[in-house]
């Protein structure tokens, strides 16, 4: 991608990105050109330069034009101003624009944009969790569990804003669906920003049947800190990769009801402010909090904006959660150092053949390591029925297949 500078002529190396959204598809516009990021200057910014940059970056459609710094402040360069675009420009950087470095701005008017995701987690247990679907051509469709790894599933939470890969799920975990199936053979190095942007056969070319759709859970993006236990704590948030704080100017019983249930505890007891969980480190995230109280997420209520440096940590958010209705979840605040596979297998056999042997279980067993390219060390839990089997008969009216649940 090349800068079409107005005195410099062609200058190449260059590329857009967004940063400090709540996904890969919303955030503060940066440039990269000669080896360093720098931000864009609201001077003239409306929704023809965001669909741009949205284009650009395999978003879809602009939703909002952002500015005043609205994803926060950006440092270094300034790199465009005054930019104007037909809308049809593949590229931010084959717009009109000041020369590179010529402007009269400063971060306070750096801009932003929120674009359509083009993916989505569908049927989950909550926003980080579920399908993987994704939007090509105007429509959804699912992505084959063929060669799904964690290096994939780490891309789908990163661009989600959900944090680390928890779990990868194969064989429609997350319930099937018919329609389309965009994406096959996924390869990605996980350092991409966006699914969409991985290795795939080519789109809608796939070796999946139905059925057979890729699903992540992923660590949510929020968690208490320094409590009593895992229901009460500091309030922090992971925003950009890094965890940060939240202000208590505003906060109320309201928002911290989001955090509960977004953390699968009981009914929120108190909103503590002042710090009363102690001081936290690095930015404050979010401040002015303010929740409707249906929101899935902290992260999805309304707020000034991202990061506020004249903000400290005496007033540091926290919440008192009563204990959950159900004690089986998992602590998601550490870094995992393996990935778990949930997998769902349907078994098509003759009515005298017996899946539940362990001979044919093992044979199950080395098949799935083959199909899910495991190179280390593994081990296999299977789940068993009410009657001690692993595999039970499905009614052949309603499906000729032995399941696995």
């Not at 005043?68 to 440092?75: K, L, M, Q």
């Not at 942007?197 to 859970?217: D, K, L, M, P, R």
């Not at 506020?308 to 995992?336: F, K, M």
Request: one cysteine or more; proline letters at 2%.
């Amino acid at each position: 991608m090349c800068l079409l500078d107005k005195y410099a002529g062609v200058i190449c190396q260059t590329r857009t990105r967004l940063v400090s959204g709540i996904n890969s598809c919303s955030g503060r516009v940066q440039v990269l050109y000669n080896g360093t990021w720098g931000t864009v200057c609201d001077d003239g910014w409306d929704l023809s330069e965001a669909a741009v940059v949205c284009r650009e970056i395999g978003c879809g459609d602009a939703i909002e034009v952002k500015s005043s710094a609205y994803f926060g402040e950006g440092s270094g360069q300034i790199w465009m101003d005054n930019v104007n675009c037909s809308g049809n420009e593949s590229a931010l950087s084959k717009c009109e624009y000041h020369e590179l470095e010529l402007n009269d701005c400063n971060h306070s008017e750096d801009v932003g944009v929120i674009c359509q995701s083009v993916m989505r987690l569908v049927e989950g247990f909550d926003d980080c969790s579920g399908r993987v679907e994704v939007l090509h051509n105007g429509t959804w469709g699912t992505v084959c569990d063929y060669k799904w790894d964690g290096s994939d599933g780490a891309v789908v939470c990163k661009e989600m804003g959900c944090g680390n890969i928890k779990v990868l799920t194969y064989g429609a975990y997350f319930g099937a669906t018919s329609g389309q199936i965009w994406m096959g053979n996924v390869n990605c190095n996980g350092e991409e920003a966006a699914l969409s942007t991985c290795a795939i056969q080519g789109w809608g070319t796939h070796n999946c049947f139905f059925a057979e759709h890729a699903g992540v859970i992923c660590g949510l993006p929020v968690r208490l800190v320094n409590g009593n236990s895992s229901c009460s704590g500091r309030v922090e948030v992971l925003h950009d990769g890094q965890w940060g704080t939240v202000s208590d100017d505003g906060w109320n019983l309201t928002d911290a009801a989001v955090v509960c249930r977004e953390l699968g505890c009981g009914d929120v007891i108190k909103a503590k402010g002042g710090a009363y969980f102690g001081q936290g480190s690095g930015p404050v995230w979010m401040n002015s909090v303010d929740c409707v109280g249906k929101e899935s997420s902290l992260i999805q209520c309304n707020i000034d904006h991202w990061q506020h440096n004249n903000l400290d940590h005496l007033h540091d958010a926290g919440v008192i959660c009563s204990e959950p209705y159900s004690t089986n979840r998992g602590s998601v605040q550490g870094l995992d150092t393996s990935v778990k596979v949930l997998l769902r297998i349907e078994v098509k056999t003759d009515p005298m053949f017996d899946p539940n042997v362990h001979k044919t279980m093992s044979k199950l067993s080395e098949e799935m390591e083959k199909q899910l390219h495991i190179s280390g060390p593994f081990s296999l839990t299977w789940k068993t029925q009410k009657d001690g089997k692993v595999f039970q008969e499905v009614s052949q009216k309603k499906k000729p297949a032995r399941k696995c649940n």
